[in-house]
């Protein structure tokens, strides 16, 4: 499968992204309310995009942080937690493939890897920002 959504209760945890998806035109894999936008777009030379900028939001108050992870090169077993801390679901991911996470999760690495990691800022310190599952 080349795109896979993992849902629980109806909440979006994570997509999971394989190397062989083949994106006709702009595919986002996030829906609207994800702080995070996440897209894989094929374009064209004659499809420029105009040069612009984004507007700052104002205030955002509680957003969940997602992060996205891409693997350059390597593979790694991601583990999917609930809010509960239960594990749900494992994927390995290998050169190519990108995971959009709203969930807790682990990694173990199976060979080295490099990987690109896109997350919500400011950094607000390791303590404050995340909580270990046990």
């Known amino acids: 499968m080349s795109v896979e959504k993992v849902e629980k209760e109806?909440?979006?945890l994570a997509t999971v992204v394989k190397s062989n998806f083949e994106p006709s035109g702009i595919h986002f894999?996030?829906?609207?309310?994800?702080?995070l936008q996440t897209a894989i777009q094929l374009r064209?030379?004659?499809?420029?995009?105009?040069?612009?900028k984004h507007h700052p939001f104002e205030k955002i108050d509680n957003?969940?942080?997602q992060e996205v992870f891409f693997i350059y090169e390597g593979?790694?077993?991601l583990k999917l937690?609930?809010?509960k801390h239960k594990e749900l679901k494992n994927f390995v991911l290998e050169k190519g493939?990108?995971?959009i996470l709203?969930?807790?999760h682990a990694m173990n690495f199976l060979e080295p890897t490099k990987f690109l990691e896109i997350k919500q800022g400011p950094y607000r310190g390791r303590e404050e920002e995340k909580t270990f599952l046990k």
Request: charged fraction near 25%; proline fraction near 9%.
């Open 10 to 12: 109806g909440r979006l």
């Open 29 to 35: 894999f996030t829906p609207n309310y994800f702080g």
């Open 44 to 52: 064209t030379p004659d499809q420029p995009v105009g040069a612009h």
């Open 63 to 65: 957003l969940e942080v």
């Open 75 to 77: 593979k790694v077993e």
């Open 81 to 83: 937690f609930d809010e």
């Open 97 to 99: 493939d990108l995971a």
């Open 102 to 104: 709203n969930t807790g």
